[in-house]
C-alpha cells in the first residue's frame, strides 16, 4: 500500500471513530433528558425568573423578604429554635456599631485623656506639698483597705489591656507582633480577662462595703468643685473630708460602672443562664418606655457586648485621669495606698477636715 493510500485509510477511519463518539453522546445526552413533560407554567429558560411553588407560597413578594430580612422566626423540629430564624439582621448593626462609632470615638477619648493630662502636667506641673514636708507620718489607710484597692486596680489594669486588645490588637499589634504571636497573646488575654473579673468584682464590693460611708456627698463638696480642688492654683485647699469631691466622683463612677460592667460580663460569660437585658427592658418599662423584652439571645449577645465595651471605654478614660492625679500628678498622693502613712502636711492642705476629726478622736476625752 503505497503512501498515498495508507493517508486515505487513515482519514476515512478517523472520520468513522468521530461519527460513532457523536453518535454516543447524542444517545447519552438523550437517554438523560426526563421523560416525563415538565408542568404547565414551568419556567423556560431564559424566561424571568420564579419562585417554585413546593417552596414558596405563590406569588412571592417584597412584604415576605421583608419580614424575613427583620428576623421573623419560623418554626424548626431541632430543639434550638433559634435556627428558624432565617437572617439575623442584628449582627449586622452590631458589628457596624462595633467597628464604627464605638471604636472610633473610644479610640479618640483614649487620645484625649492622654493629651490632657499630658498638656496638665506641661503647665502646671506637680502640685508640690505648698507647706514643705513635714517629716511626721497620719495612717490613711489601713492593710485591709489597701488591699481591697489594689485587688480592684490590678485586676482593673489587666482586664482593660486584654479588652483594648480584643477590640484594637488586630489594627496595633497584629501588624507588629505577626499572627502567631499575636494569637497565643490575645488568647493568653482572653482567658486572664475571663478569670480575672470575678478578683475584680471582690474588689468593687469591698470597696463600697469599706468607704460608702465617706462618700456620700456633703455641702464641702461643692466648694471644691466651685475651686476645682485646687488643681489650678498653688495655695488653694478647700476643704475636705477623707475623700473629696473628685475622688468621690471617682469612687461612685467605679462602683456603678464596675457593678453595670460586672452584669454585662456575667452575661457573656454565662449566656444561657442569664437574661439580663430582657429583664432590664422589663423594669424600664415600668416607666412606660415601651423598649422590647422578648429579646433572643443573640440579641441579649450583642446588646451586651456593646454595653461592655461602652462602659470599658469610659471606666479606662477615669482611671487614667485618677492614675495620674494619684502618681505622677501629686506629691505625696501615691503614699496613700503605697504605705498607708501619709506626710501630715500634705494631709492636711488636701484633708483637713478629715485631720481634724482623726485628732479629735485621738485627743483624751475630758
Known amino acids: 500500500m503505497t503512501a498515498k493510500s495508507r493517508f486515505g485509510f487513515s482519514a476515512v477511519l478517523t472520520a468513522m471513530l468521530v461519527a460513532v463518539m457523536l453518535a ?9 433528558k426526563p421523560n416525563v413533560r415538565p408542568p ?11 419562585v417554585p411553588t413546593t417552596v414558596l407560597p405563590q406569588p412571592s413578594d417584597a412584604l415576605m ?8 422566626v419560623g418554626t424548626v423540629s431541632i430543639p434550638d429554635k433559634q435556627a428558624g430564624q432565617l437572617v439575623q439582621s442584628d449582627g449586622e448593626a452590631f458589628r ?14 483614649l487620645l484625649a ?8 502636667y506641661a503647665l502646671r506641673g506637680r502640685i508640690r506639698i505648698d507647706a514643705g514636708p513635714s517629716n511626721k507620718q497620719i495612717e490613711r489607710f489601713n492593710g485591709v483597705e489597701r488591699f481591697a484597692h489594689w485587688l480592684m486596680a490590678g485586676s482593673f489594669i489587666i482586664l482593660a489591656l486584654t479588652g483594648l486588645n480584643m477590640l484594637y490588637g488586630r ?21 486572664a480577662h475571663n478569670y480575672l473579673s470575678f478578683a475584680f468584682m471582690i474588689g468593687v464590693v469591698m470597696a463600697f462595703v469599706l ?14 468643685l466651685a475651686k476645682a480642688g485646687g488643681l489650678f492654683s498653688k495655695n488653694v485647699h478647700p476643704p475636705a473630708k477623707k475623700f473629696n469631691a473628685g475622688q468621690k466622683f471617682i469612687f461612685w463612677s467605679v462602683v456603678i460602672g464596675g457593678v453595670s460592667i460586672s452584669l454585662s460580663g456575667i452575661m457573656l460569660l454565662f449566656p444561657f443562664e442569664m437574661k439580663m437585658f430582657g429583664a432590664t427592658f422589663a423594669i424600664i418599662n415600668v416607666f412606660g418606655f415601651g423598649l422590647e423584652t422578648d429579646l433572643t439571645l443573640l440579641q441579649e449577645m450583642q446588646l451586651a457586648q456593646i454595653w461592655h465595651t461602652v462602659v470599658g471605654l469610659i471606666l479606662i478614660v477615669i482611671i487614667i485621669g485618677h492614675i ?11 503614699d496613700a495606698m503605697g504605705s498607708g502613712m501619709v506626710d501630715e502636711n500634705w494631709a492636711k492642705e488636701h484633708h483637713n477636715l478629715w485631720v481634724a476629726e482623726m485628732e479629735a478622736a485621738r485627743a483624751p476625752r475630758k
Not at 40 to 50: D, I, L, T, V
Open 24 to 32: 454516543l453522546a447524542t444517545d447519552v445526552q438523550a437517554q438523560s
Open 40 to 50: 404547565e407554567g414551568a419556567q423556560q429558560w431564559g424566561g424571568p425568573a420564579q
Open 65 to 72: 423578604w421583608r419580614n424575613i430580612r427583620r428576623g421573623v
Open 96 to 109: 457596624s456599631w462595633r467597628n464604627g462609632p464605638i471604636s472610633v470615638w473610644g479610640g479618640w477619648s
Open 113 to 120: 485623656i492622654l493629651v490632657i493630662t499630658g498638656l496638665f
Open 171 to 191: 489594627y496595633v499589634l497584629l501588624p507588629v507582633l505577626g499572627p502567631d504571636i499575636f494569637a497565643l497573646l490575645t488568647q493568653a488575654g482572653k482567658y
Open 211 to 224: 468607704w460608702v460611708r465617706h462618700n456620700i456627698p456633703n455641702k464641702h463638696d461643692f466648694v471644691w
Open 324 to 334: 495620674y492625679i494619684g502618681s505622677l500628678g501629686m506629691e505625696g498622693a501615691f
